[in-house]
């Protein structure tokens, strides 16, 4: 089963296969300049190697998700959302965490924490409804 909203080492196959996506030399020199990119890079790879193992493709499809050339899609009362996978601390605020799949959780891209903070930031109602709005507070 999908573990949406929980850490990517929630999952052992998940969390094995985010660690066989990785190039050693990445976390030796992630920055806050290139974390996007080094991030960008190995999630790519990593949906590659779930895309291409059964197990682990398994948790999707099993789920309802389909695959195309990028992370899979899940089907909800007639439309198609991609899944996407999150910085529970953000990326540009612990840029050495970018990589660490246990800073990862896969959620729907509404869910995203920095677009959530930014609604906050931007919606009076939202905003003096919630906690701290502040970024890199986690």
Do not use: Y
Not at 3 to 31: F, V, Y
Not at 40 to 48: A, D, G, I, Q, V
Not at 74 to 94: K, M, N, W, Y
């Amino acid at each position: 089963r999908v573990t949406l909203g929980k850490r990517l080492t929630t999952t052992e196959i998940l969390g094995d296969l985010w660690a066989k996506a990785a190039r050693p030399a990445d976390r030796s020199q992630l920055t806050e300049a290139n974390s996007r990119a080094l991030f960008n890079l190995h999630r790519r790879r990593f949906w590659t190697q779930v895309r291409n193992d059964p197990a682990a493709r398994a948790l999707f499809t099993q789920a309802g998700c389909t695959f195309g050339t990028a992370g899979p899609r899940c089907e909800i009362a007639g439309e198609s959302f991609p899944l996407t996978i999150d910085h529970i601390v953000e990326r540009q605020c612990r840029p050495e965490l970018a990589l660490s799949a246990s800073n990862l959780q896969i959620v729907f891209p509404r869910e995203n924490s920095v677009m959530l903070r930014q609604l906050h930031e931007v919606d009076p109602f939202l905003a003096s409804s919630s906690g701290s709005t502040e970024p890199c507070v986690n």
